[in-house]
């Protein structure tokens, strides 16, 4: 079976330090990746999505930036983090079929102070 | 521009009664929903789904409902249970690019069900 896991579950950053999250699949090949984040009282909303190493796309501009350097890897990096980067991250995944359903790691709090 | 709309930030229902959870979208290009429910702390996990070419999808005590011509949908939960209270989130997906599929969610709705 396929499963997902993400990591650091908790992180509190100090403003200005750099930030990287990680996301690792397992039980599946070429998943299409994704990145979202939760801001509080805010919806999920989309950052980054991959569909193969190398190949990542950008959703909204920011100071983040992603990495897929393997085929079940894909990285959250920013070298310089702000204030407004807390949130609850989300890494996902999904595969070819014909639906629009994604799986849901656990999550990795950020706190910038 | 929010495409994705759910103007509920919370609901409560009491046990055994129905929970009705509402969406609106914009964007006529979506051509599946999903609903999406989630525990604090946690990565949402997947509900029940329906494609644009249905109007009704029932999975036990869930059942999803769609009205395209007022891009609108609605999940329905009978009878609510104590576990179900969660954060419930509205998604709609546009194919792209080949079989990647992007989700875009609203802010969901906030479900309290009491015992």
């Known amino acids: 079976s396929q499963t997902i896991h993400q990591w650091p579950a908790t992180l509190v950053q100090p403003v200005g330090s750099p930030l990287s999250l990680e996301c690792t699949v397992e039980?599946?090949?070429?998943?299409?990746l994704y990145w979202y984040r939760q801001a509080a009282g805010r919806g999920l909303q989309l950052l980054f999505y991959?569909?193969?190493?190398?190949?990542i796309s950008s959703e909204v501009p920011q100071n983040l930036s992603a990495s897929r350097p393997q085929d079940r890897q894909f990285i959250l990096s920013s070298k310089k983090l702000l204030l407004s980067d807390s949130g609850f991250y989300l890494c996902?995944?999904?595969?070819?079929?014909?639906?629009?359903?994604?799986?849901f790691g656990e999550g990795s709090r950020l706190t910038v102070l | 521009d929010q495409q994705v709309k759910q103007n509920s930030p919370s609901l409560s229902v009491q046990e055994g009664r129905i929970s009705i959870l509402n969406c609106d979208y914009t964007?006529?290009?979506?051509?599946?929903f999903l609903w999406y429910k989630k525990y604090p702390a946690e990565g949402p996990t997947f509900l029940i789904s329906?494609?644009?070419?249905?109007d009704k999808n029932e999975d036990g005590r869930f059942t999803v409902f769609l009205n395209k011509s007022a891009k609108h949908l609605s999940l329905h939960i009978v009878p609510s249970q104590p576990g179900d209270s969660a954060v419930y989130f509205c998604?709609?997906?546009?194919?792209?690019?080949?079989?990647?599929?992007?989700?875009?969610f609203g802010k969901g709705t906030l479900l309290t069900v009491n015992p």
């Open positions: 964007n006529s290009m979506f051509d599946y």
């Open positions: 991959s569909v193969g190493i190398g190949q």
């Open positions: 998604a709609a997906s546009v194919r792209s690019g080949g079989s990647n599929y992007k989700l875009t």
């Open positions: 039980g599946t090949s070429n998943p299409n």
């Open positions: 329906i494609s644009s070419i249905k």
């Open positions: 996902a995944w999904s595969d070819d079929r014909n639906t629009g359903e994604l799986f």
